[in-house]
């Protein structure tokens, strides 16, 4: 699916305005249809660079190959991405 400068800047807005990570989970799915969104404990991704941090959730961006997923910091490439809550 890959993203654009013009989508991560909305994901930045809308990790900056939701309350918690699962709204920012919620409106992601709703915004990209197709993108894969999934939502992990922050120790899941310890050690890690997230791709943006917001007021809700550090994001991370995952490549795939169609069978493994990976850590990308490519937009372009991303077919999903991992949200770990912010404390």
């Known amino acids: 699916m890959g993203l654009s400068a013009d989508d991560m800047s909305v994901l930045s807005g809308?990790?900056?305005a939701a309350p918690d990570v699962a709204a920012l989970a919620?409106?992601?799915?709703a915004r990209w249809n197709g993108l894969r969104v999934t939502v992990v404990d922050a120790l899941d991704v310890?050690?890690?660079t997230p791709a943006l941090e917001t007021a809700s959730a550090d994001v991370f961006l995952l490549g795939s190959d169609g069978h493994c997923w990976s850590m990308t910091s490519d937009p372009a490439a991303a077919s999903g991405v991992m949200l770990a809550a912010r404390s």
């Not at 919620?26 to 799915?29: E, G, L, P, S, T």
């Open 14 to 16: 809308l990790g900056n």
């Open 26 to 29: 919620a409106a992601a799915r």
């Open 46 to 48: 310890r050690g890690e």
